[in-house]
């Protein structure tokens, strides 16, 4: 790692001071396996369900059979598997063994699950077999690949392939297996950005990190209650949902129920009511299907949801009254990044208005910075460095390492302030920012703006080139359903806004689509729309100019 570039950890709280040599695994699991919280479930999924004793014995088979195929003690093993069970089973099989844990989104295409099974040097790949057909076992592509390893399908059929089967693998182990410390300060997982500007790029976690993403994350909510349920919608191959859906139920003994498939209103709604989930994580997009959802409130039994929390990408204002407002649920803005993996903020802490990020959880951190690298004023927009249980390291990419990590502190690639209450905003990422007539437009106020209109289902406003403004504000727009794109909709929603709004915020064009681009957790792909129109001016130049020439 370059020389200047390493980041500054802080493990300043108590309950941070963890042992020199420790093992993930049991850290989490050892303290469910007394009396008779051994046989309370921990894990639901589908119409399956784990419980404490019948997880540490699959993870201890799993593991076993891994380390007889010669997994060890930093080797890193990538995981292509869904939100299920055997997603769970893997990670701390392979804690347990203190390899390093490389999950990937199982929609990531051929070529980058190749790049990333060869930047790590991956020893082996376990995953769904639904999801195999992509990745064949070939050492000439992947050199320092062993063995690939199936979850479900026809293991006779796969087995031709090269691919070994999970299920048989379980069936042969050892239901007791030792665990393998490892030092508190050495490499455990490897988690993969979503990859919106090429190639993802990975970021690497220390084993004390991994443990301090659960204990930090207790404070997200107003206290963890021995009744709780939680569940979610995110990736357990992010780390939202790895902290959040995998390790915290197991630190807190409560269970969690995994959502499998499609995120779907409807099966979020049933889960809620059947497994009285009281604790509910997810993503703007995810919010906003569900507040699309009609009546949704009256037609099941949500009394049970206590709090949501939502992350990846800021929740708009207007999303968060009305969810707070139909639901009765306190909705929380968390930020936290797979460059981080611990949560930064939690709204829980203060009583911000809506839409806030609330205020830094314990443990970190955090400075607002200027161009200049000086501390910016309350009210101030400026980059968000940060300092804690977590930090950025990228994996194997010194350039990338030395733009994020200055004098220790991380920086995001955020752009934030601190009201005079205390509290902090996201505005945007720092290549998001909107430059028209000298002005710096925020994306996120003339999105939130919009998403008042009736009409709206969601928004995503971007700086659009412009020959003289250098960019104008331009918003795409899906409707809800009932509402038919027209020129006059598009010039009722600028009336709308303008009531709203300073007139250089005012979309000077809007656009409906069917769909917005998105990566896999949800977010918004704001970079497919900036391309899409920097192109369209790139083939509108020839016209530009030929009729400049002809003007008389």
Known sequence: M??????????????????????????????????????????????????????????????????????GKGDRVVLRIPNCLEFVVCALALHRLAAVVVPTNVLLLERTVSHILNTTEAKCLIASAEFLDG??????????????????????????????????????????????????????????????????????????TVLAGAHVDLHMFDGIRASDVVSGTPPLAFTFGYGHLLLLPLLCGIPCVLIEGRMEPEKIFKAVEKHRISLFHSVPSAYTQMLNAPGAEKRYDLRSLRATLSASAPMLPTAFREWEARFGTRMTNGMGSSESFVSVFSRWLADPQPGSMGVPLPGWEVRILDEQGRDCARDVVGRLALRGPGATMYWRDPEKQAEAVTGGWSLTGDLVYQDGDGCYWHVCRNDDVIKSRGYRISPGEVEDALLAHGAVYEPAVIGAPDPVQGQKVKAFITLKDGHMPSSKLADEMRQFVRARLSAFQIPAEIEFIDAMPKTETGKIRRRDLKELEERRAREAQPETADAAKDAP
Do not use: W
């Open 2 to 71: 370059p020389a200047g570039a390493l980041p500054a950890f802080r493990l300043s709280q108590p309950e941070l001071q963890f042992p020199g040599t420790l093992n993930i695994t049991d850290h989490f699991l050892e303290p469910n396996l007394v009396g008779a919280q051994a046989d309370r479930i921990a894990y639901h999924s589908g119409e399956r369900s784990l419980t404490y004793r019948e997880l540490n014995e699959a993870v201890n088979r799993l593991g076993n059979g891994l380390r007889d195929l010669g997994v």
């Open 135 to 208: 990745v064949e076992f070939d050492k000439s592509r992947h050199p320092a690949l062993r063995h690939h390893i199936a979850v479900g399908g026809d293991a006779a059929g796969l087995a031709r392939r090269g691919y070994l089967s999970y299920e048989a693998l379980l069936r042969a182990g050892s239901a007791r297996l030792e665990s393998v410390k490892q030092r508190r300060d050495e490499l455990a997982t490897v988690f993969f950005t979503s990859g919106t500007t090429g190639l993802p790029k990975g970021c690497m976690h220390l084993a004390f």
